[in-house]
Nanobody
């Protein structure tokens, strides 16, 4: 079993920054990717970005490119989502997710490719 614990959410003004953390514990030795998703009220959960566990290569959805950065600390089994230049439309509950199965794709973009999910952390960006 794997547990993912997120932290770092909060309230920030537009243009500000937040850093989310996602700490993984348990059986984490067969990881392929860690992803970040978000869900705004009344909307579907959407992909934000992902990092390949083997080489740290990242991929982001267009709306956050240049503003968000995913990084990982292997020693701590922790992945970070640095969010800069935040906009009100970034307001959502943010979830980290861990993919532990080989999916055949270079980037894990789909919710179904992830096996474990964090509890979510709220990010509110005021205008």
């Amino acid at each position: 079993q794997v547990q993912l614990v997120e932290s770092g959410g909060g309230l920030v003004q537009a243009g500000g920054s937040l850093r989310l953390s996602c700490a993984a514990s348990g059986r984490t030795f067969s990881n392929y990717a860690m992803g970040w998703f978000r869900q705004a009220p009344g909307k579907e959960r959407e992909f934000v970005g992902t990092i390949r566990w083997s080489d740290g290569i990242t991929y982001y959805t267009d709306s956050v490119k240049g503003r968000f950065t995913i990084s990982k600390d292997n020693a701590k089994n922790t992945v970070y989502l640095q969010m800069n230049s935040l906009k009100p439309e970034d307001t959502a509950v943010y979830y980290c997710a861990l993919g532990t199965r080989y999916s055949g794709t270079y980037y894990y973009l789909l919710r179904d490719e992830y096996d474990y999910w964090g509890q979510g952390t709220q990010v509110n960006v005021s205008s």
